[in-house]
């Protein structure tokens, strides 16, 4: 069960973090990621961090502007996001899997949250 919390309305330029707390049988999870999805597009891979080894991977659009990083001791991932821009209007999801592979298509995904909403006005 994946629950995410944190968006709202933002400025261009602004930052945000979001929050996403993981419960039920936690242990079976070797990656988690944020993927977005705006009106009308296919949802998208923005940032992963995997388990074991601890590495995280970030689309190209979001690179230096977005972190990915998790809390084990809460079973909480957060994706800080600054400099905020229009482009990054969406609802942000969280989802967690528990096989090896690609990492970066949501439907690799099993568990998903039910999204939260980050709208950036310019």
């Known amino acids: 069960h994946l629950v995410e919390s944190g968006g709202r309305l933002v400025q261009a330029g602004d930052s945000l973090r979001l929050s996403c707390a993981a419960s039920g049988d936690t242990n079976s999870i070797i990656t988690m990621g944020w993927f977005r999805q705006a009106p009308g597009k296919d949802r998208e891979y923005v940032a992963v961090?995997?388990?074991?080894?601890?590495?995280?991977y970030y689309v190209d659009s979001v690179m230096g502007r977005f972190t990915i990083s998790r809390d084990k001791a809460k079973n909480t991932i957060y994706l800080q996001m600054n400099s905020l821009k229009s482009e990054d209007t969406a609802n942000y999801y969280c989802a967690a899997k528990v096989l090896h592979g690609n990492f970066y298509m949501p439907s690799h995904y099993p568990y998903w949250g039910q999204g939260t909403q980050v709208t950036v006005s310019s």
């Open positions: 961090l995997t388990w074991t080894p601890e590495r995280t």
